[in-house]
């Protein structure tokens, strides 16, 4: 198939109320949409970096600029047969996984629909539906965040998982564990620690916890190592992991007993796969992560989610959950499962995989631009009539 053209939209989404992390507070969120037009038929794709490289060192402009002056053109004109094609014609280009990202999940969901076949299915995906957890943020106080939890816990979530930063941390997960003694849950520090901290690390042991999410440094697997043979706990790691080669350093060196896979954050689909066929042949468990995306963004999760070896429910949310509107129509459903657990439901109909919906992908717009090969090519302009 020839990559007629790409349209790639820098957008920014107001959250309903602001999402405080160890790397800082967000009230939008800033996501990178692509859309790849081949033989008169779309395919979307998301990642989601984030306005500030504070979660990685990708931001959202940048992979926006990156897809409109790199790798959209050096893929659009290109005779691409399969979706495996893609990722050697981008290698040229170090790094910058996220702006990869768009593009291979556009791509992916464009041979989904070519295919005539649901891109869970696709993906070899084995499950019909999709258990998630409830994740929660730095809150205004614990009694606040003991509410929220005790909703969730209510509401059938199997598991919790709590973000754990400076001023955030021992007291507020012995305040849940006290309160919920039994409930599944972990802790996710969003790379804000070091060895120094060990202590601090060896004294969550105590409570139970599933697992200690990318504790350290986002680009360590050494010192992940050394932590995890001081703790009990697992240690799971997050940002550390952006390709298969880091996966097998890290299983080598024992840098981590579970593994979170963001397609945005390791390039796409094509390399979450990977990643995951890697840890089950290495009998590391998976589950499927999210940086707040739209539908689009949460409906690729949802099909990655359905592969084998993601045994721990996922962070894909219902749309009202931090948006007041989400970008995406249909919207990405969600069910409950036999055992009362919220499960999320991948689309059985290729034909209307969730796709931004044309009026609020104009409101949330910050740039756009245009790749194509002809010589009215234009950047920047046009783009409302091209949506
Ligand atoms: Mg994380």
Not at 166 to 171: H, I, P, S, Y
Not at 236 to 252: G, H, N, P, T
Request: proline residues 6%.
């Amino acid at each position: 198939m020839r990559i007629a053209s790409i349209n790639v939209y820098h957008v920014a989404m107001p959250l309903l109320y602001p999402w405080r992390t160890a790397y800082g507070e967000d009230a939008a969120i800033d996501s990178v949409l692509v859309r790849i037009e081949s033989d008169g038929v779309c395919g979307w794709g998301e990642a989601t970096p984030f306005a500030r490289p504070e979660y990685s060192a990708e931001w959202a402009h940048g992979a926006f600029s990156l897809v409109r002056d790199c790798l959209g053109p050096s893929v659009v004109a290109a005779d691409i047969e399969t979706v495996a094609e893609l990722q050697p014609r981008l290698a040229q280009f170090k790094g910058n996984y996220f702006a990869k990202a768009a593009l291979d999940i556009a791509l992916w969901n464009l041979e989904s629909k070519k295919r005539n076949t649901p891109l869970h299915k696709l993906l070899g995906g084995t499950r019909s539906v999709v258990p998630i957890g409830a994740d929660f943020g730095v809150m205004d106080s614990i009694d606040d965040l003991l509410f929220a939890v005790n909703d969730a816990v209510e509401s059938g979530f199997s598991r919790v998982k709590l973000k754990f930063c400076r001023g955030w941390e021992l007291a507020v997960v012995s305040e849940v564990r006290s309160t919920f003694p039994k409930l599944k849950m972990h802790v996710d520090c969003n790379s804000s620690y070091t060895l120094d901290d060990v202590g601090l690390f060896q004294a969550l042991d105590s409570l139970g916890l599933e697992m200690i999410e990318q504790p350290l440094a986002h680009d360590d697997l050494v010192e992940h190592a050394k932590l995890q043979r001081m703790l009990q706990t697992p240690v799971c790691l997050d940002e550390s992991i952006v390709s298969a080669r880091q996966l097998k350093d890290a299983i080598e060196l024992g840098s981590c007993q579970y593994l979170n896979i963001k397609p945005g954050r390791v390039g796409g689909l094509t390399c979450a796969v990977e990643l995951h066929d890697l840890c089950k042949a290495a009998e590391i468990p998976c589950w499927v992560g999210g940086n707040l995306e739209s539908g689009v963004g949460a409906a690729v999760a949802v099909a990655l989610g359905t592969l084998e070896n993601f045994v721990y429910p996922a962070d894909i949310f219902p749309n009202g959950r931090f948006y007041q509107d989400d970008l995406a129509s249909p919207l990405v459903r969600f069910g409950k499962d036999a055992e009362g657990q919220p499960v999320a439901i991948p689309s059985e109909t290729y034909e209307d995989p969730p796709e931004p919906d044309r009026d609020r992908l104009s409101q949330a717009v910050v740039e756009a631009a245009l790749v194509d090969s002809g010589p009215e090519r234009e950047k920047g302009e046009g783009w409302r009539e091209r949506m």
